[in-house]
């Protein structure tokens, strides 16, 4: 056997040999596979170990910590539907018919209106100014801003009185609940005043602390459909309520929005009649607005028509607790009426703290900043 391993050793070095292959054929095959007969017979064989007994674990278990439930999120005014989702609009898909509906939502701004706002001055810093042109996204705002400006159809609006004489929407059934009303934004313009130092005013410190019949127009053919709500003529039970008493009643108050330079220019022309037409004690109610009603204004109070005249009824706090549009209809004018009895009565059962916004003076190269002075109406 030792004889046969030396060239068999020899022989193996080259791969594939046929001696090798000889080799293992006789001589190792037998043998293998009845070694691994012999270790499955073993196996069978041998009987199984016994289970090893869990020893008690030493370590104290920690307590598990219940994963908090995901907080769900608060919708705010904003999340929701418009209540004017179909109203008819100056821009956008042009519709063949409209029902105009009554509102089902309140609608209005979502913070409180503030002096300053809206008064169409650009108070941005060159800092504020140079980033605002060097980003990107903001150019794209303004590039879709103007796109739907020059897309807007000169006639729509006229086009769009066709339904119901133009009228968006109609009066709620009954006022919004204080708690859910949004706010009237705050708006600057020219008043009737004949001290030139007080002829630009906003309309906030007019409105806060007052219940409010508020009418916005831009042409004469809206002013009519306005004075179709508030007019003495037309609406002579509201009347006696803006004389109630001192202090506590109502008071009228009409914003004429007009964005054409030539269109104000005629109508400072003519103040003098406008003067005589409204009384002197009302004067500083009457505002003519050229800019700082934004197209986001527009869309949250519902003055989607310029062409169409609007009727809010506001609370002391600048909320809007009823809304009207186009030309009254039955029921709407008695609604208002209605409504401005149960805001006078909520006045007179409480008190009113009204928030006069003041100047404190800072060193010079700083603006100053503006705080609230609280004082009880």
Known sequence: MHILRAPIRRAAKGAGSPVLNTYTSVFL?????????????????????????????????????????????????????????????????????????????????????????????????????????????????????????MSTPYFREWSNMRFNKGKTFLAPPRLFKGSHALYFPNLHGETLVKDNSKAMQDTTPVLEGNVSVVSVFSSAWAEAQAASFVGEEKNPELHPLLNEMQGVAPQLVQINVEENALKAGIISLFKGSLRKRIGEANWGKYFVVRKGLTDEARERIGVLNSKVGYVYLLDRECKIRWA?????????????????????????ATQFVKKTPVEVQKPEGKKPVEVEKRGVV
């Open 324 to 348: 009207g549009s186009g030309v009254a209809e039955e029921g709407e004018r008695e609604g208002l009426v209605k409504g401005v009895r149960r805001l006078l009565e909520e006045a007179k």
């Open 29 to 149: 095959t037998p043998h293998s596979a009845q070694l691994k007969k012999l270790s499955t017979t073993e196996r069978l064989n041998t009987p199984p170990s016994p289970p090893v007994a869990a020893t008690p674990s030493t370590t104290v278990p920690q307590p598990v910590t219940p994963t908090p439930a995901a907080e769900k999120p608060v919708l705010s005014a904003a999340d929701l539907l418009s209540p004017l989702e179909d109203a008819p609009r100056a821009y956008g898909k042009a519709l063949e018919q409209f029902t105009p509906k009554p509102l089902s939502r309140p609608i209005g701004v979502l913070t409180p209106p503030r002096s300053g706002e809206n008064n169409g001055v650009d108070n941005r810093t060159w800092s504020q100014k140079r980033d605002d042109f060097v980003n990107y996204d903001k150019h794209l705002e303004k590039r879709k801003m103007l796109t739907q400006k």
